[in-house]
């Protein structure tokens, strides 16, 4: 394998609504120091990638408002790498004009990591080789690649993969996707060993992908060469004029689940999902009494189990109170139970309304 063919995409356009009121539409949680390190999510992410990765062989997908954020956060990204989407279309767009813009513009046979912008990885050795090793699997392969973690505990707010047939050590072939199973079935999962965490990471040749793209998603078998066409004549960070057209899809759904081509890696670095308080805290303290304090000064007495994040210059004085999220932002304060998901979502919607911000 080429490493110089080897190309990263990290994925920043979402707006991260199960972390509100930190995470909000004008500031997700990829654009923030969520824990006082002097560096946010995607500043993190894209370093991660920068250790093995070319440089100028690294891409960010983004929505056209975080542009200003991404240019001041990574200012050592050229304008060029940075491909601003004038509206939502899910991941699956995203990853489809990420892989034409490099196989058009840069290598018509590179071979990509897709990436969120908003995940902890510990052991970044081991992440480094995992994936080079799963880069090296579809240069060689003509098949999409996923990646998962065995899993440490009955989680229902991951996906999970079914891994089927061996076709190497530590790649088998896809049985099947289970987004966010109930409990009954996370435990029966665990129980027969053959599962794992979908980390949202995936790998793929452009020329895979491409193909993949036109087989399981009939609209861009129209789209793809309007796409090329227009990309071919124009200049590198443009988005084609009919991108809105394009189906509002998450590349899970559309092209990954019942694909007989998908396979997955197990992989061996830790990783963290900053999707929702209570998986953020199981994820960062092991023991469910530990409080997880997020950059913020505090006192707390007779508490178990919380998560606490106040702006800098307030405190958080708080007793007798557990498994609850206490976090404040932009002039709201939430205190809700943190496993609670649904009844998050329902307070944002409302405070938002309240507020008199009624696109969300």
Not at 123 to 129: I, L, S
Not at 238 to 252: A, C, G, M, Q, R
Not at 315 to 332: H, R, T
């Amino acid at each position: 394998m080429k490493t110089n063919q080897n190309y990263c995409v990290i994925l920043a356009g979402g707006i991260g609504s199960r972390l509100w009121p930190l995470s909000t539409e004008d500031k997700p949680k990829q654009f923030l120091d969520l824990f006082g390190t002097g560096r946010t999510l995607l500043q993190q992410t894209y370093e991660r990638f920068r250790r093995f990765i070319q440089p100028d062989h690294i891409y960010i997908s983004t929505n056209l408002r975080y542009l200003p954020l991404i240019e001041e956060q990574l200012p050592e990204v050229a304008r060029a790498q940075i491909i601003a989407e004038p509206v939502r279309r899910g991941t699956l767009a995203s990853v489809a004009l990420s892989s034409l813009i490099i196989a058009a513009k840069r290598d018509a046979q590179a071979n990509v990591i897709c990436s969120p912008a908003d995940q902890l990885i510990a052991d970044e050795e081991t992440f480094r080789e995992d994936v080079l090793g799963g880069l090296e699997f579809v240069a060689n392969n003509d098949r999409l690649l996923t990646m998962g973690l065995t899993p440490t505990r009955p989680e229902t707010e991951y996906g999970y993969i079914q891994m089927g047939d061996d076709v190497q050590d530590e790649f088998f072939r896809v049985k099947s996707f289970s987004e966010k199973p109930a409990r009954e079935y996370v435990d029966m999962f665990l129980q027969t060993g053959e599962f794992l965490w979908n980390s949202g990471l995936f790998v793929y040749n452009v020329q895979t992908m491409l193909r993949q793209l036109r087989k399981q998603v009939p609209a861009y078998q129209v789209e793809l060469p309007r796409m090329m066409e227009e990309l071919a004549k124009s200049e590198e960070r443009k988005v084609p004029e009919f991108f809105s057209v394009l189906p509002n899809l998450n590349i899970d759904y559309g092209v990954l689940e019942g694909n007989d081509n998908v396979y997955v890696q197990r992989v061996r670095f830790g990783w963290v999902d900053l999707g929702t308080w209570g998986t953020l805290h199981k994820d960062l303290h092991g023991k469910s009494v530990e409080n997880l304090i997020l950059n913020t000064d505090s006192l707390l007495y007779n508490c178990e189990g919380n998560v606490v994040s106040l702006p800098d210059g307030h405190m958080a004085v708080i007793s007798g109170l557990k498994d609850f999220v206490v976090a404040e932002e932009n002039g709201v304060l939430m205190i809700c139970p943190k496993n609670d998901t649904s009844l998050i979502r329902k307070l944002r919607a409302e405070a938002l309304l309240k507020m008199g911000i009624t696109k969300v």
